[in-house]
Nanobody, 117 residues
Framework: QVQLVESGGGLVQAGGSLRLTCVASGSAFSDSAMSWYRQPPGKQRERVALITAASTTNYADSVKGRFTISRDNAKNTIYLQMNNLKPEDTAVYYC???????????WGPGTQVTVSS
């Protein structure tokens, strides 16, 4: 059974950078698409970036050109490099993958990112 653990969140000023890390346990990591989601206070969770098993990437319009998702299959890890952060990027950031025929969502516990103006 896969488990995900995020780290790297924190408090940063607008214009600053952070790198989030998600470590996955269990098998089939290299065969799996992985995503970063975020949930701002009082709002719904939204996907910000996805990376496929072939390392094709996709980004939400709101983060294109500022965020970069990458993966290291040897370490069962994905990253989210976040540059030029804005106050509206403040959210809890979650790592996600899907498992099984039902494509069940697997979530990490999340890491808080706070961007001050």
């Amino acid at each position: 059974q896969v488990q995900l653990v995020e780290s790297g969140g924190g408090l940063v000023q607008a214009g600053g950078s952070l790198r989030l890390t998600c470590v996955a346990s269990g098998s089939a990591f290299s065969d799996s698409a992985m995503s970063w989601y975020r949930q701002p206070p009082g709002k719904q969770r939204e996907r910000v970036a996805l990376i496929t098993a072939a390392s094709t990437t996709n980004y939400a319009d709101s983060v294109k050109g500022r965020f970069t998702i990458s993966r290291d299959n040897a370490k069962n890890t994905i990253y989210l490099q976040m540059n030029n952060l804005k106050p509206e990027d403040t959210a809890v950031y979650y790592c996600n993958t899907k498992r099984g025929l039902s494509r069940r969502d697997v979530w990490g516990p999340g890491t808080q990112v706070t961007v001050s103006s």
